[in-house]
T-cell receptor
Framework: NAGVTQTPKFQVLKTGQSMTLQCAQD?????MSWYRQDPGMGLRLIHY???????DQGEVPNGYNVSRSTTEDFPLRLLSAAPSQTSVYFC??????????????FGPGTRLTVT | GQSLEQPSEVTAVEGAIVQINCTYQ??????LSWYQQHDGGAPTFLSY????GLEETGRFSSFLSRSDSYGYLLLQELQMKDSASYFC?????????FGSGTKLNVKP
């Protein structure tokens, strides 16, 4: 099992550029989510999905889009990068919250810098 | 609204016991989780409480009191490798919401 994989590990963008952060899991988890973590801060939820075809917004969704066409993949798109989006991005998967012990498995993170 | 509060930093000595508290305010609460994150790494799951009481996993224990909206993580026999950030996170039936984390410094 690879668990949760994320690509790329590092990325530098110029303001206004767009890109897609990839996330995949091989544990057949219903629930997937994207977080951003700024230096010295906690994890803030961007978007989440409770299954293929179903997505919803988290705390900080502005400037990001997601889709979930398969159980395995949950890409995050930055529409027009801004310096405020400089952060570390983590993807996570788990059983659906509220269905017992929902241990979230995190990918290694993508370190994004927007200049 | 919803919020989670935990101390920003705690320092303890190797071999000691340390408790990291977490208080929350939310609606639709289902459970409280704890995660560990070393510098530059990804968070890893430590423990989960849906019911009141203590859950023990090796040197780590987690406690929840739903009536007090309060939980804690207890780390025993501290080791240098326990130096990391610790996050509590509540969950409802749709999402997880993380606190801002407690940085634990373990000194020799």
């Amino acid at each position: 099992n690879a668990g949760v994989t994320q690509t790329p590990k590092f990325q530098v963008l110029k303001t206004g550029q767009s890109m897609t952060l990839q996330c995949a899991q091989d544990m057949n988890h219903e629930y997937m989510s994207w977080y951003r973590q700024d230096p010295g801060m906690g994890l803030r939820l961007i978007h989440y999905s409770v299954g293929a075809g179903i997505t919803d917004q988290g705390e900080v969704p502005n400037g990001y889009n997601v889709s979930r066409s398969t159980t395995e993949d949950f890409p995050l798109r930055l529409l027009s990068a801004a310096p405020s989006q400089t952060s570390v991005y983590f993807c996570a998967s788990s059983r659906r919250p509220g269905t017992g012990v929902s241990e979230q498995y995190f990918g290694p993170g993508t370190r994004l810098t927007v200049t | 609204g919803q919020s989670l509060e935990q101390p920003s930093e705690v320092t303890a000595v190797e071999g000691a016991i340390v408790q990291i508290n977490c208080t929350y305010q939310t609606s639709g609460f289902y459970g409280l989780s704890w995660y560990q994150q070393h510098d530059g790494g990804a968070p890893t799951f430590l423990s989960y409480n849906a019911l009141d009481g203590l859950e023990e996993t090796g040197r780590f224990s987690s406690f929840l009191s739903r009536s007090d909206s309060y939980g804690y993580l207890l780390l025993q026999e501290l080791q240098m490798k326990d130096s990391a950030s610790y996050f509590c996170a509540w969950s409802d039936f749709n999402k997880f919401y993380f606190g801002s984390g407690t940085k634990l410094n373990v000194k020799p």
